[in-house]
């Protein structure tokens, strides 16, 4: 698929980030891996694959000169990655893929088959890869694993928006993350049977997928990727060190 456009986010989180502060940066989207920064990488990735405007959402002043190097369109943070993407959705139209400059290792291939692989039907997809994929790629790797019914899977932080539908998603991240320390309350909107079913691993992939986009008034699909590798985001200094093992080996 070409022509699409697509959101890249390296916002901030407030005070030192430990994994730029590893990496020697101001900010992790600044880190150099193999010559390059993170974020030239994946604005690089997401060109090959077929994206004819890319722009990223940052208001550090130095990604932002990092951004108009890369002849991106730079977009401030609004509240929240969840407000951000929706400002950046605005701004951009769909069709959009979203991901993060955190992927190091984004391959355009990647994107490419993530796009061929999302049903038509689909409002919203997002890319998951079952744990033996990732620990054949990345042996000893620590990823966060969503443990369902079948299986384990890892986000691999790439999403697709195929409509001005897809929104809707965005507004259920919205509410879920505004209660994020509040448990009780993203069960309230969550639905306590879907959150017993997870807990009792009862619920799938395919459920969870249709669960989530009947919340958001949307038809959300879930695609697994065969590269394992695509789930290896920098997250901390350990995964820093992986990616740079990668590149140079």
């Known amino acids: 698929m070409t022509g699409f456009s697509a959101l890249v986010l390296a916002g901030s989180r407030g005070g030192e980030d430990p994994v730029a502060a590893y990496g020697g940066a101001a900010h992790k989207a600044l880190i150099r891996l193999g010559g390059e920064t993170l974020l030239a990488r994946v604005v690089a990735a997401l060109r090959a694959a077929g994206a004819t405007r890319v722009a990223v959402i940052s208001s550090h002043p130095e990604v932002r000169d990092e951004i108009a190097r890369l002849g991106a369109e730079a977009l401030d943070e609004a509240a929240g990655p969840s407000l951000s993407v929706r400002a950046g959705a605005e701004r951009l139209g769909t069709p959009l893929v979203v991901t993060t400059a955190d992927h190091a290792l984004l391959r355009p291939e990647w994107v490419a088959r993530f796009l061929a692989d999302t049903p038509a039907e689909a ?33 691999c932080n790439l999403f697709y928006l195929a409509n001005d539908r897809a929104l809707g998603v965005i507004d259920l991240w919205r509410r879920v993350e505004a209660e994020r320390k509040r448990p009780w309350k993203m069960a309230q909107i969550l639905g306590p049977r879907m959150l017993l079913r997870y807990i009792t691993r009862r619920l799938s992939l395919r459920d969870a997928a249709a669960r989530l986009g009947a919340l958001a008034g949307v038809r959300a699909a879930i695609v697994e990727t065969p590269y394992g590798l695509a789930s290896v985001d920098v997250d901390k200094p ?12």
Do not use: C, Q, Y
Not at 124 to 150: C, N, Q, S
């Open 123 to 155: 409002d919203v997809t997002v890319l998951v890869a079952a744990r033996a994929t990732v620990e054949a790629a990345a042996p000893g790797t620590k990823r966060t694993w969503l443990k369902l019914a079948d299986g384990d899977w890892s986000g």
């Open 238 to 249: 350990a995964d820093l060190d992986l990616v740079r093992r990668i590149v140079a080996g």
